[in-house]
């Protein structure tokens, strides 16, 4: 930030938060996903597709990656001003997370000058949707046990075998994906590779899952004897677990060069302050009740902490002691948090909470449930809250391996 001057990011903060006041959509006609993983209708799709592609044409997504790409050139610091104006308006999310949060920021780590002209601005524009095939039917946790098989043939790779809980697989036209290039290697993971696939070839088939929501957003993807070009692979054939750990770590908001924007919508301490003023028990507001305003405060309390704590892991003095923790636990913190409180916030509502969207008696039109149920697909999606614990207690405190 050194070359950027106050008065820069000022004017890019007014700049940004004057679009965001006049681009921001309202209210649909329509259910509008609360996560990248809900995408399950066409017309949502279009709908956050054109709202992506905006955002990133007026600036305000990948305002960081570099000019040469499609980025803005600007500085994390401009992002993260137009971030901000995107949530003060409460924007719709960003589509195409797995291209703006994870394989962008790995292709500009560690991609080759050929990938980065081919894919990054297709990723901004939202012009080209990426999923990803880590999880397999039988190896999800422990993914170094990836099976999808993949065999060299000249030019190119020929996949046999099968991906699952693929997010946006039936929409995307590329995928970052884990194979096996040598069963006989001397360890599991030694065997694996890391390629960037198109989704587009023969052999390729994705089958719609559907959630406990109701709501469709990933797949079951399918390769059957599906040939894909070899200059995908990233990294050398044997070395996509460390390609892997990377991208996890860009995934599991560890390491930053993301382009920018949320693709989360964050539960506001402050709508359930609302909603317990007009939830009533007993012919009062619940809030009136003793015990839901202590729970309200530490709610509140918890996001303040939530919040200082990301700004605390941007400024290493503060984080010598361990450097790692902040940006281990951020996945575990937040996604647990996004849970809980949509769960307090169904409890005020008594047995009405049980209501669902499209029931005449739900409250809000049953946001805050469909809210609670999505929120377990973030403590679950990119490893689960069981494995990141088991991360942060290896790798911050130092306890044993679990095995
Ligand atoms: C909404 C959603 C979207 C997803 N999107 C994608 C995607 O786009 N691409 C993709 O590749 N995958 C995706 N996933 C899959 C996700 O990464 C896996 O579901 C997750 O890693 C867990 O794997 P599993 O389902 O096989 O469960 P398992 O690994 O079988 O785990 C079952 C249970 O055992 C626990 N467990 C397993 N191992 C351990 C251990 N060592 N210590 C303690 N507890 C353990 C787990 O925490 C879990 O509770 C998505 C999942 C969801 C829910």
Redesign the pocket.
Known sequence: MSDVSQKDLDEFAQEADAWFAENTPGEQDFMLPL?F??VGTDQQFDFLRDWQRSVYEAGYLGAAWPKAYGGGGLTQAHQDLATAAMRKYRGPIILNA?GTGWTGPLLLDIGTEEHKKKYLKGILSAEDIW?????????????GNAQLRAVRDGDEYVLNGS???????HYAKYMI??ARTNPDAPNKYAGLSFMLCPMTVPGIETVKIR?LTGEH??TQTFFTDARIPADGLMGKEGEGWNVAMLTLQYERNAKGGQAGGYVITETDPLEILDLARKTKSAGKPVLDDPVVRDQMMDFIIETQALNMGRQRAKLPPLNQDRPMALPLMSKLMHTEYARRINEFAIGLQGANGAYYINEPNAVDAGYWHRSYL?A????????????Q??IVGEHVLGLPK??
């Open positions: 996560t993983m809900e797995i999923c990803q095939g880590f999880s397999e039917p039988d190896n999800g946790s422990d993914l991906k699952i809980w693929t997010t946006n697989g994906l884990l959630k957003g990933f999505n377990f697909s973030a403590t679950i999606g990119g490893g689960t809250s069981q494995i614990r088991n679990t095995r």
